[in-house]
C-alpha cells in the first residue's frame, strides 16, 4: 500500500476553510477576524492571492491566546494575586 502522508507543503499550510477547521471555528468567523485584522496571521500566495496560513503560526497564536486568559494562566489570575494594602490617610 501506497504512502498515504500528506505532503510537507500541505501539512504546514492551511488555506481558509484548513484553517478553521484546524482551529475549529468557522469560516465566516477567520475572514471577520481577518478584516479587522484580529487573527492568526495570514498571507496571499500565488496568482490568484488565496489567503494560507502557516500551521506554526495557528499554533503560536492559539498559544498567546490561552496565555492571555485568566482562566488558562494563573499568574493572570486577580485571585492568586496577593491582596493590596490601602494607603492609611492622615488626619490634617
Not at 502522508?5 to 500541505?10: I, L, Y
Not at 476553510?17 to 481577518?34: D, E, H
Not at 479587522?36 to 497564536?61: K, N
Given at each position: 500500500m501506497p504512502n498515504q502522508?500528506?505532503?510537507?507543503?500541505?501539512a504546514a499550510f492551511l488555506n481558509v476553510?484548513?484553517?478553521?477547521?484546524?482551529?475549529?471555528?468557522?469560516?465566516?468567523?477567520?475572514?471577520?477576524?481577518?478584516h479587522?485584522?484580529?487573527?492568526?496571521?495570514?498571507?496571499?500566495?500565488?496568482?490568484?492571492?488565496?489567503?494560507?496560513?502557516?500551521?506554526?503560526?495557528?499554533?503560536?497564536?492559539l498559544n498567546d491566546q490561552q496565555q492571555a486568559d485568566s482562566r488558562s494562566n494563573p499568574a493572570l489570575n486577580p485571585l492568586n494575586a496577593a491582596p493590596q494594602q490601602r494607603e492609611r490617610r492622615r488626619a490634617a
Open positions: 502522508s500528506k505532503p510537507a507543503v500541505e476553510q484548513g484553517a478553521a477547521k484546524y482551529m475549529g471555528i468557522s469560516v465566516n468567523t477567520l475572514y471577520v477576524w481577518r479587522r485584522r484580529q487573527g492568526p496571521p495570514s498571507f496571499r500566495m500565488g496568482p490568484g492571492g488565496r489567503v494560507m496560513y502557516r500551521r506554526d503560526l495557528l499554533d503560536a497564536w
